[in-house]
């Protein structure tokens, strides 16, 4: 799918915090641990096809042995993720996150060493599995909820993940050219899951997907995008900013570690795309 034919469109427009009964089979509430909070635990399991790498993650990494064997044990690994119910958008895992997640799950040998930012983090399900493999990641939101920061930080230390040791978190306004952004260093793989939920702000994203595509012109931007209306569409946008869009296949994610992708996404329709700069 070029970006010719790109569109953002379609759906039921379902897009409650409930999502569906389904949408959340992988997971299990474990408890509360504060007011209004609770803990999902995500388990990923080892996948019985090899599978490595796709036009997406197509580089090798050099890695040292220990690293080697660390991907060759790594069999199965669980997260869990403090959400906020019934709270704003980032304290809740949308069914894009997990999507996105097991793809990079399925492809953790190719993600040593690489250096991943991940935009409008939220509850940064995507993010902590692409550090806990070895990834250098960059976990980001908006600059101006402070709440959503701390949030962000609170998923990493469920995770054992040290924020400033080993794992970045920032601020990063989409549009806008800040500090932020100029401080981030070289980047060879941009993520989101479910960014483009509102098309007020398409154009914000997609001017900060240019830029960091400017700076970083072997990178890729991999990102879920959910279906939720007919009338939405970026193809122009990515025309305007020189930028080229391609549907990756989704339909097998999951499938050698016994999960069916409906058992993560439920009644949705969601979609995994690769973004990058026209050559």
Same mark, same amino acid.
């Given at each position: 799918?070029t970006?010719g034919?790109?569109?953002l469109?379609?759906?039921?427009?379902n897009?409650?915090?409930?999502?569906?009964s389904?949408?959340?089979? %992988?997971? *299990?509430?474990? /408890?509360?641990t504060?007011?209004?909070?609770k803990?999902?635990?995500f388990v990923?399991?080892? +996948?019985?096809n090899?599978?490595?790498?796709i036009?997406?993650l197509k580089?090798?990494?050099?890695s040292?042995?220990?690293?080697?064997a660390?991907?060759?044990s790594?069999?199965?690994?669980?997260?869990q993720i403090?959400?906020l119910?019934q709270s704003?958008?980032?304290?809740?895992?949308?069914?894009?996150?997990?999507?996105?997640a097991?793809f990079l799950?399925?492809?953790?040998?190719a993600?040593?060493?690489?250096?991943?930012?991940e935009l409008?983090?939220?509850?940064?399900?995507?993010?902590i599995?692409?550090?806990?493999?070895?990834?250098q990641?960059?976990?980001?939101?908006n600059?101006?909820l402070p709440?959503s920061l701390?949030?962000i930080?609170?998923?990493?230390?469920? %995770?054992? *993940?040290?924020? /400033?040791?080993d794992?970045r978190?920032?601020g990063l306004?989409?549009?806008l050219l800040?500090? +932020?952004?100029?401080?981030?260093g070289?980047?060879?793989?941009?993520?989101?899951?479910?960014?483009f939920?509102?098309?007020?702000?398409f154009?914000?994203?997609?001017?900060?997907?240019?830029?960091?595509?400017d700076?970083n012109p072997s990178?890729?931007?991999?990102?879920t995008?959910?279906?939720?209306s007919a009338?939405w569409?970026i193809e122009?946008?990515?025309?305007?900013?020189k930028?080229?869009?391609?549907l990756?296949?989704?339909e097998d994610?999951g499938?050698?570690?016994?999960i069916e992708i409906?058992?993560?996404?439920?009644?949705?329709t969601?979609?995994?795309?690769?973004?990058?700069?026209?050559?």
């Open positions: 799918m970006s034919h790109f569109q469109n379609g759906g039921d427009g897009d409650s915090n409930s999502s569906s389904t949408a959340t089979t %992988n997971t *299990l509430t474990t /408890g509360v504060r007011e209004n909070e803990i999902r635990n990923f399991t080892k +996948s019985n090899g599978i490595e790498s036009s997406s580089e090798p990494v050099a040292t042995s220990a690293n080697a660390r991907q060759e790594l069999e199965k690994l669980e997260i403090p959400e119910l704003g958008y980032s304290f809740y895992t949308w069914p894009c996150a997990p999507v996105l097991w799950w399925e492809r953790r040998g993600l040593v060493g690489k250096r991943i930012l409008g983090a939220g509850t940064a399900l995507p993010g599995l692409a550090a806990k493999c070895g990834a990641v960059i976990l980001s939101d600059c101006i709440k701390a949030h930080q609170r998923s990493c230390e469920h %995770n054992n *993940l040290v924020p /400033g040791r794992i978190v920032i306004s989409w549009g800040l500090n +932020s952004v100029f401080s981030l070289p980047l060879d793989i941009i993520i989101a899951a479910d960014c939920y509102d098309p007020s702000i154009e914000d994203i997609i001017v900060t997907i240019s830029f960091l595509l700076r990178a890729k931007f991999i990102f995008y959910q279906e939720r009338d569409c122009a946008l990515l025309k305007k900013w930028l080229r869009a391609i990756i296949n989704s994610i499938k050698a570690s016994g409906s058992d993560i996404i439920g009644n949705h969601i979609h995994l795309l690769e973004i990058t700069k026209e050559s």
